[in-house]
């Protein structure tokens, strides 16, 4: 798995940002107040009324200890003051196997009343990388973990009740035979596993396979869009109907190196992308809805060279540019309504 994320997609769309700075006139935006953490710049994810941080790293045990917290510490704040749990990571797998020499931490789900999930994966003093699913309970304590030796490590992931969370498997072109998703329960215990992968199907992610995979779990519907293929997927759990559509990319004047740099599903089923290409050698981004009836078309201009972060509940949150003083972003929000106030005619897709 490639998860250098937020190191190379994200300080790139930060870097763009700065370069284009456009005026923050928003259609009915918001501040949005972080928690402030050492050693982490914002957090990592946005969910439940949550913000979650944790530090990521593209492999295992990598940054060095003496360059970060050398717990993998997971800190869940309820908005910017109120920090409901810190989750030791390295300590815990420590416990249970002393060989433990450092951890990367792939993502991070949280849901009250529930648990924590985390996908990790630990090396040790030998031999290979140990993929693992942890639950944490909400004083911080390990209360369950799987190791997945005889099953594809976990890309991304989301706790959806009290007793379950979704998965998207980890998988390339060879991997036909895995599943694309797979649901535990509160155990750890598979209970469903949907959609064959495909051979043309991949979570392998950079700017040159065409950005970001993305994943997430809105209703009843699990889904993910994988870059390389550019394949938006989904299951509905309730009535088992799997829909798999090429997306391909919007076109954009005669820009080229299209990727995208995030993505989310809209309660109406549109799929919300920021994308960034580059033009006259000249990097930009913009955000772009995507349907199965309409194609691309692009959403409010005014958010040209703003970095999509989450969608929660009705509203859209984004990364500002940096201030001309060099401050670090901030971020704002605005509704899903107000966004798509002003979207374009449907655009041809590339």
Same mark, same amino acid.
Request: glycine residues 8%; proline residues 6%; positive net charge.
């Given at each position: 798995?490639?998860?250098?994320?937020?190191?190379?997609?994200?300080?790139?769309?930060?870097?763009?940002?700065?370069?284009?700075?456009?005026?923050?006139?928003?259609?009915?935006?918001?501040?949005?107040?972080?928690? +402030?953490?050492?050693?982490?710049?914002?957090?990592?994810?946005?969910?439940?009324?949550?913000?979650?941080?944790?530090?990521?790293?593209?492999? #295992?045990?990598?940054?060095?200890? *003496?360059?970060?917290?050398? @717990?993998?510490?997971?800190?869940?704040?309820?908005?910017?003051?109120?920090?409901?749990?810190?989750?030791?990571?390295?300590?815990?797998?420590?416990?249970?196997?002393? +060989?433990?020499?450092?951890?990367?931490?792939?993502?991070?789900?949280?849901?009250?009343?529930?648990?924590?999930?985390?996908? +990790?994966?630990?090396?040790?003093?030998?031999?290979? #990388?140990?993929?693992?699913?942890?639950?944490?309970?909400?004083?911080?304590?390990?209360?369950?973990?799987?190791?997945?030796?005889?099953?594809?490590?976990?890309?991304?992931?989301?706790?959806?009740?009290?007793?379950?969370?979704?998965?998207?498997?980890?998988?390339?072109?060879?991997?036909?035979?895995?599943?694309?998703?797979?649901?535990?329960?509160?155990?750890?215990?598979?209970i469903k596993e949907v959609v064959r992968s495909h051979r043309d199907w991949s979570t392998d992610e950079?700017?040159?396979?065409?950005?970001?995979?993305?994943?997430?779990?809105?209703?009843?519907?699990?889904w993910t869009w994988l870059p390389k293929s550019r394949t938006f997927i989904s299951f509905n759990s309730?009535?088992?109907?799997? @829909?798999?559509?090429?997306? /391909?990319?919007?076109?954009?004047?005669?820009?080229?190196?299209?990727?995208?740099?995030?993505?989310?599903?809209?309660?109406? *089923?549109?799929?919300?992308?920021?994308?960034?290409?580059?033009?006259?050698?000249?990097?930009?981004?913009?955000?772009?809805?995507?349907?199965? /009836?309409?194609?691309?078309?692009?959403?409010? &201009?005014?958010?040209?060279?703003?970095?999509?972060?989450?969608?929660?509940?009705?509203?859209?949150?984004?990364?500002?540019?940096?201030?001309?003083?060099?401050?670090?972003?901030?971020?704002?929000?605005?509704?899903?309504?107000?966004?798509?106030?002003?979207? &374009?005619?449907?655009n041809f897709p590339r």
């Amino acid at each position: 798995m490639d998860r250098a994320r937020f190191c190379l997609l994200a300080a790139a769309a930060v870097l763009f940002c700065f370069v284009e700075g456009l005026s923050s006139a928003y259609p009915q935006e918001n501040p949005v107040a972080i928690a +402030a953490v050492h050693g982490s710049d914002a957090p990592s994810k946005f969910e439940n009324g949550l913000q979650i941080f944790w530090r990521s790293t593209s492999v #295992p045990g990598d940054p060095q200890p *003496g360059e970060t917290d050398p @717990e993998a510490k997971i800190r869940i704040f309820e908005g910017p003051q109120r920090e409901l749990v810190v989750c030791r990571l390295a300590s815990s797998i420590r416990s249970f196997d002393p +060989a433990f020499s450092g951890v990367s931490i792939y993502d991070v789900s949280a849901r009250r009343p529930g648990f924590i999930a985390v996908a +990790a994966v630990y090396l040790r003093m030998t031999g290979s #990388p140990v993929a693992l699913l942890l639950y944490f309970d909400w004083s911080g304590s390990l209360s369950r973990r799987v190791v997945l030796s005889n099953r594809p490590g976990i890309q991304s992931l989301e706790v959806v009740s009290a007793d379950q969370v979704w998965a998207l498997n980890d998988f390339g072109p060879m991997d036909q035979s895995r599943f694309v998703f797979t649901a535990f329960d509160r155990n750890g215990t598979v209970i469903k596993e949907v959609v064959r992968s495909h051979r043309d199907w991949s979570t392998d992610e950079s700017m040159s396979k065409g950005g970001q995979t993305s994943f997430g779990v809105i209703g009843d519907r699990v889904w993910t869009w994988l870059p390389k293929s550019r394949t938006f997927i989904s299951f509905n759990s309730l009535d088992g109907r799997t @829909e798999t559509k090429s997306t /391909q990319f919007p076109r954009v004047g005669q820009s080229s190196a299209l990727y995208a740099r995030q993505a989310a599903l809209l309660p109406n *089923g549109q799929l919300l992308m920021d994308v960034g290409w580059m033009r006259f050698g000249k990097w930009s981004s913009g955000w772009f809805a995507w349907s199965s /009836q309409s194609g691309w078309r692009e959403v409010n &201009s005014s958010f040209r060279n703003r970095y999509l972060y989450a969608v929660e509940g009705n509203r859209v949150i984004f990364t500002a540019p940096k201030e001309p003083t060099g401050a670090s972003s901030t971020f704002r929000s605005v509704s899903i309504n107000d966004l798509m106030a002003n979207i &374009s005619p449907p655009n041809f897709p590339r």
